[in-house]
């Protein structure tokens, strides 16, 4: 069996052509805060990501950037501000009904249904919208987004295999093409890359590069490499709030970033590589 | 290795499993003994005992669907299978009161006058609807109330409980209405039938055996569908279903609803059949004794739940009338030796004895890779002139 | 006025038996996750305790604050032998457990039967504990009265226990956060045996106390392992003030339900209470707000 590998001409084909539509799709979030029990994860976040602009969203752990996702996907109740995407409010909306406006994420740990097969597993993701006549019916013929995604990140091999055995890569892509048959406009990704190889890494990016084109991206990362190889732009959170906004290199020129990821002002000595947690 | 020349041979495997094609011819084998071969091979008392087990097992093929594929542990289904029974057992009394006539055990206990809300039973297609109706209904409205609030598990198997002892205690507290503790019995007539005649008696038996396996069929089908497939998504990760637009409250309500109506069916047929039903036929210890044979036959399986709450049944009634305390023994320790070390029951057991045979278990090609933790944020991120 | 307070009181009592059953279970369930349908069952252990202690010693005096420390050990002794055997090995199987601690409360009833024969037995209560101390018109039955006191002691107990002393610290750290708790040194499997002994024998200790009440039967537990399970599932997981608040609720509720209707019709609005209860707060009444998915 080849090894599996992203194929981005599927993808194309899945993604379709958003220019011919002149749809221009775009996430903004205002205001937005959370609360813990008293402690406040969120804090005044505003933010802007619209499509064609590959969002890459740092900071040291508990700066807020799940909670943010977490918040837009209805997981955790906002304590205030609004999230719009197409025109539509997300928050206060059940988490389904938030999928169903065209959201889609993944989370830190791939999660995938290990018992269900790769094609059973985007057969599902699929069909939120099937009616119950659908519903009730075996699955006789594959539908062309399921066939179109699992080419795109090379599981077509593997179709009939339960997810729980796919390696660690591999389950990561499934959730990709998960989120692309799901018709999600506006995709999450909570570390997409975590624990990939070097060329997976490189593949995986090249992916979200081709989606982040069609669709809106936003894509919470650590690996620094991945993020200057692939990020459009980079939004930076540090203690619940959005400490800086730009390009790579504009931010990595950031005073208030640099002292952060120091520990200390800038030009200064310093041995800390940790942010506060 | 293109796509498509690999997705024929993963069908075509699929279609040579040689399973399907024995589970087929199983249910087939299993389909001729119970509807020609036992009525022909039992006593009609044997027949009888065989018919109030299938009604059983109706309540089990409900449990497998929504604990074994659900997820929903629901130890309250005697009040699903009491509710179908206590209707029908209600429109027995009344068909066997006559028109305006008024069931014996009222007269005994009670005003010596028919409850308003038992007089929709006296005729027998409301009764038939209700029988289904009731349930439904309750477990529509209870599931979705719970499910949509995300009780689930724990919290679910209790409030489940709770409802089965409080729906037991109620039928005793009426006394007046419901029999009490004694129960409805004493029926005379099905829909028209004499119960005393053995032809009836066996029409019963078959008309059980029948529903039943309709019921399995039905069985079946939720679980190749695609409904069947999220369904097991709900099961195993429930938040994962719902980030993809799916509300898994509706799905884990439907499943709720059709086990209850299995149940109620169930207990429908046991009123004729068996000839009582009283509140310890459906309260907290019965409910829970439901479960003992679907977790035995394979929770997760088709047949499994069927099979093992027959000989379930089938192992209480021979072994009570020898060694009553001997019985709950074997319940208890079946309870804990199958849950405890064969949770997929002995549908599981060559693949569970398979593993322990083979004990150095070789890393599976596609074992997860240790999670990176939530790591620190990568210095690196500055350009290298500032990190000195 | 007086059928007030005497409805308020007898709300009380019943709700510091609820509270006797359920205090157990709130460290069992709530703090470890473990559903354990054998604790009803270890209450009848406690209560037929009593009555093998009162067999020996005569005096029911002596043998009742004899019973109430041994009870505690007894429920104690069969939490950590059904905890060392079966439990320990599913704690990541919730569901499974409940099933396997019903098959074990099978059994022991059975056993009971076995022993001490189907027919109910009785346990004297205490000369100093008959007849009823009259407030203001108002005849309270000293039993009552003692195990009012007694579930405010075993409260204060409990509190202290978890609050100020290094079990409490390890029990409330393992809870917390297993894999950190460990790794800091605290042996989790030691921790979760305390805390199962604890949980059970706090089970025996309610079994003596309910022989001040009725007679002792081999199904004593089952009567009362559902409203205890509801108690903690209402009050909330992981806080006993929330399991203390519940069992006074629930117990106010059906004592006042049952005064406006029957027992039986109580018994089902005080279900139904519970569900439209957990359809505003479904973590109970007390809890703590996390971002866990779990």
Redesign the interface.
């Known amino acids: 069996?080849?090894t599996p590998e992203i194929d981005l001409a599927a993808a194309d084909a899945l993604l379709g052509d958003d220019t011919a539509r002149f749809r221009h799709d775009y996430l903004e979030v205002r205001g937005l805060r959370v609360e813990?029990?008293g402690f406040v994860?969120v804090r005044d976040v505003d933010l802007t990501v619209t499509q064609g602009d590959l969002r890459f969203l740092?900071?040291?752990?508990g700066a807020g950037k799940t909670?943010l996702i977490?918040a837009v996907?209805g997981?955790?109740r906002a304590a205030a501000g609004s999230a719009r995407f197409g025109g539509t409010e997300l928050l206060g909306r059940?988490?389904?009904r938030v999928?169903?406006a065209g959201v889609?994420?993944t989370?830190?740990?791939?999660?995938?249904?290990?018992?269900?097969t790769v094609l059973?597993n985007l057969?599902?993701?699929a069909?939120?919208?099937?009616g119950p006549a659908?519903?009730?019916?075996?699955?006789r013929a594959?539908p062309d987004a399921v066939?179109q995604a699992?080419?795109t990140v090379g599981l077509?091999?593997l179709?009939?295999v339960p997810a729980?055995?796919?390696?660690?890569?591999?389950?990561q892509w499934l959730e990709i093409g998960?989120l692309l048959v799901?018709d999600a406009h506006l995709l999450l990704l909570d570390?997409p890359v975590?624990?990939m190889t070097q060329a997976e890494r490189e593949e995986t990016g090249e992916l979200l590069r081709r989606v982040g084109s069609q669709r809106v991206v936003v894509v919470v990362e650590?690996?620094?490499?991945f993020?200057r190889s692939y990020a459009d732009s980079v939004t930076v959170m540090h203690q619940g709030r959005v400490l800086a906004e730009g390009t790579v290199a504009e931010?990595?020129?950031d005073p208030a970033?640099?002292e952060v990821?120091?520990g200390a002002p800038?030009?200064e000595?310093a041995t800390a590589?940790?942010?506060p947690a | 290795?293109t796509?498509r020349t690999?997705?024929l041979t993963?069908r075509l495997?699929?279609l040579a499993r040689p399973g399907r094609a024995r589970a087929l011819a199983g249910f087939g084998l299993a389909a001729v003994l119970l509807m020609a071969v036992a009525p022909v091979l039992l006593s009609p008392f044997r027949l009888g005992l065989l018919g109030k087990f299938l009604c059983l097992a109706m309540v089990a093929v409900g449990i497998g669907l929504a604990w074994g594929r659900g997820g929903l542990l629901t130890l309250g289904q005697g009040v699903y299978f009491g509710l179908g029974a206590y209707l029908m057992a209600m429109h027995l009394k009344l068909a066997d009161a006559g028109p305006g006539g008024v069931p014996d055990f009222m007269l005994l206990y009670g005003t010596g006058e028919v409850p308003g809300w038992w007089e929709p039973l006296r005729s027998p297609v409301v009764a038939l609807a209700l029988v289904v109706l009731v349930p439904a209904a309750l477990a529509a409205v209870l599931g979705w109330a719970v499910f949509t609030r995300r009780v689930r598990g724990a919290y679910f198997a209790i409030l489940s409980q709770a409802l089965a002892a409080a729906f037991a205690i109620l039928l005793i507290g009426q006394q007046q209405t419901t029999g009490g503790t004694n129960g409805l019995n004493g029926f005379r007539s099905f829909f028209g039938y004499d119960l005393a005649d053995p032809v009836n008696q066996r029409m019963l038996y078959l008309i059980a055996a029948g529903v039943l396996i309709v019921m399995v069929v039905v069985a079946r089908?939720?679980m190749?569908?695609?409904?069947g497939?999220?369904l097991?998504?709900v099961r195993?990760?429930e938040?994962?279903?719902?980030?993809?637009?799916?509300?898994?409250a509706a799905v884990k309500t439907a499943v709720y609803v059709v086990a209850a109506v299995m149940a109620a069916v169930g207990g429908a047929l046991f009123v004729p059949i068996v000839g009582i039903i009283s509140p310890a036929d459906v309260g907290v210890v019965p409910s829970i004794g439901f479960l003992v044979g679907v977790a035995i036959g394979g929770r997760a399986t088709l047949l499994g739940p069927v099979l093992g709450s027959v000989a379930v049944s089938w192992a209480q009634t021979t072994m009570s009338e020898q060694f009553p305390s001997g019985w709950i023994y074997l319940q208890g320790a079946l309870f804990i030796l199958v849950v405890a070390f064969l949770p997929g029951g002995l549908a599981s057991l060559r693949t569970t004895l398979r593993r322990r045979r083979r004990p150095a278990r070789e890393e599976?090609?596609?074992?997860?890779?240790?999670?990176?933790s939530?790591?620190?944020?990568?210095?690196?991120?500055?350009?290298e002139g500032?990190?000195? | 006025m007086e059928t007030l307070l005497s409805q308020l009181f007898a709300g009380l009592s019943l709700g510091s038996v609820l509270l006797l059953a359920a205090l157990g279970l709130a460290l069992t369930f709530g703090q470890m996750g473990v559903i354990n349908m054998a604790h009803g069952e270890f209450m009848m252990a406690g209560a037929y305790t009593a009555f093998v202690i009162q067999g020996l010693l005569g005096d029911p005096g002596a043998s009742l604050l004899v019973s109430l420390p041994l009870g505690f050990l007894v429920g104690g002794a069969l939490g950590l032998l059904l905890e060392a055997t079966l439990i320990h090995r599913m704690y990541r199987r919730p569901l499974d457990t409940l099933l396997v601690t019903w098959g074990v409360a099978l059994v022991l009833q059975q056993v009971a039967r076995d022993v001490f024969g189907a027919p109910n037995v009785d346990v004297a209560a205490p000369g100093w504990l008959s007849g009823a101390v009259t407030v203001g018109g108002l005849a309270l039955p000293k039993t009552r009265l003692f195990i009012l006191a007694l579930a405010v002691v075993c409260i204060v107990a409990l509190a202290l226990v978890l609050r100020a002393t290094p079990l409490g610290r390890r029990i409330r750290a393992v809870v917390q956060h297993r894999d950190l708790a460990e790794a800091s040194g605290i042996s989790s499997r030691a921790t979760d045996r305390l805390t199962f002994f604890i949980g059970s024998g706090l089970a025996g200790v309610a079994g003596v106390a309910l022989t001040l009440l009725g007679s002792v039967g081999p199904t004593l537990g089952t009567s009362y392992i559902v409203d205890a399970f509801l108690v903690v599932v209402a009050g909330g997981i992981g806080q006993i003030k929330g399991t203390v608040i519940a069992a006074t609720a629930l117990g106010l509720l059906q004592s006042f339900f049952e005064f406006s209707t029957t027992a039986s019709v109580a018994k089902v609005l005080v279900f139904v209470v519970i569900v439209a209860f957990l359809q505003v707060r479904p973590q109970g009444l007390v809890s703590?707000?996390?971002?866990s998915?779990a």
Do not use: W
Request: net charge negative; hydrophobic share 40%; glycine share 10%.
């Open positions: 069996m080849t813990f029990g994860a740092i900071g040291p752990n909670t977490d996907t997981l955790v059940a988490t389904h999928a169903r889609g994420r989370f830190q740990t791939a999660s995938v249904f290990e018992e269900l059973q057969d599902i993701a069909g939120a919208r099937r659908t519903m009730l019916r075996r699955r594959t066939e699992m080419e077509t091999a179709r009939d729980g055995v796919l390696a660690h890569g591999q389950k998960m799901q570390e975590a624990g650590h690996d620094m490499e993020l931010v990595q020129q970033v640099v990821y120091l800038a030009g000595p590589t940790e942010g | 290795m796509g690999s997705t993963a495997a699929v089908q939720l190749v569908s695609r409904f497939e999220v097991v998504a195993d990760q938040d994962r279903v719902r980030f993809l637009g799916y509300d898994p599976e090609p596609g074992a997860p890779a240790p999670v990176s939530d790591g620190p944020p990568a210095a690196d991120l500055l350009p500032s990190r000195a | 703590v707000r996390t971002r998915l």
